[in-house]
């Protein structure tokens, strides 16, 4: 009887001093099984040309290309996010609602918006209590490896500013169409170094980085001049800008329309560590 009470005790005891661990615990299981499908690549040097629109003495100017290295590890989903995925998001009701036929609910989630990826990566937040977000551009770029593009845009100095957009577009369009237009089955376009599926295969995937005017400096700066974050990084076979695209047309102004049919996300997580303010999920998750 004494040896019961003396272990009730000490639970009791063990449980009262251990305030990070109540404080840390998320509101529901974490879901283990979900990090098979991510891969942790070491941190290495790599080459990175920084988005945006670049200029020099107020001229369009070619983006630096630079030595880069990530702080760290960097843990990244191995495959684009389904459509079955995000179709339980929004029955949970943590996402909005895509419309998708059931024989492609383990192929690629597209026509989504960046805030249908933004509002899913935070729904695996809650569930998981693992912090996920969508990768950077940079960080991108360092996963794809050698499957990331370095395409220069043609850099045009005309007295209409508008020409160099004419022109940007007609680049674009000029490019070989992709002979498969929908979604694959996960893995049908091979994997990469890291081990990371499809990447720039026919799905391009949205980035968390916003949109920048940069001016360089003689000294060689970057400097920004503007940061849009209406307008995201995209990335796949090019890298691209693509607008946050808000459904609603009261709110969603330019912004207002439906996503390309070809447009999904993949996800990063980061430490293991439940936020002890839902703000803080917030502010980490829309960085860019």
């Known amino acids: ?27 529901r299981p974490v879901d283990h099984a979900a990090k098979t499908d991510f891969a942790e690549i070491a941190a290495a040097s790599f080459q990175y040309r920084i988005a945006g ?28 996010v389904t459509a079955g995925e995000y179709a339980a998001c929004a029955d949970d009701g ?25 509002a899913y990566a935070e729904w695996r937040t809650r569930k998981t209590g693992i912090l996920h977000r969508l990768p950077t551009d940079r960080e991108w770029v360092f996963a794809a490896g050698e499957k990331a593009s370095d395409e220069v845009l043609p850099v045009i100095d005309p007295v209409d500013p508008s020409q160099a957009w004419i022109a940007r577009y007609q680049a674009e369009a000029n490019r070989a169409q992709p002979a498969v237009l ?49 307008v995201r990084v995209v990335q796949g076979a090019h890298r691209t800008y693509m607008t946050d695209f808000i ?5 969603g102004g330019c912004a ?28 980490v998750l829309r960085r860019g």
Request: proline share 9%.
């Open 94 to 118: 943590g996402c909005p609602r895509i419309a998708f036929t059931p024989d492609v609910a383990d192929r690629p989630v597209v026509g989504v918006s960046w805030h249908d990826a933004a």
């Open 53 to 80: 629109d670049f200029s020099r003495h107020g001229r369009p100017a070619v983006a630096p290309l630079r030595d880069e290295r990530l702080e760290g590890k960097l843990k990244i989903m191995t495959r684009q």
């Open 247 to 251: 459904r609603d047309p009261r709110t």
């Open 182 to 230: 929908g979604p694959q089955p996960i893995g049908a376009f091979g994997k990469n170094q890291y081990g990371l599926q499809d990447v720039a295969g026919n799905v391009w995937e949205w980035t968390n980085t916003c949109f920048s005017r940069v001016a360089l400096e003689p000294t060689g700066e970057a400097r920004i001049t503007n940061t849009n974050c209406g």
């Open 1 to 27: 009887m004494l040896l019961a009470m003396k272990i009730k005790v000490a639970v009791t005891v063990a449980t009262l001093a251990s305030p990070v661990a109540l404080t840390m615990t998320p509101a």
């Open 256 to 283: 207002a329309g439906v996503p390309p049919a070809n447009l999904g996300f993949r996800i990063v997580i980061e430490d293991e560590k439940w936020p002890t303010l839902q703000r803080m999920v917030s502010a």
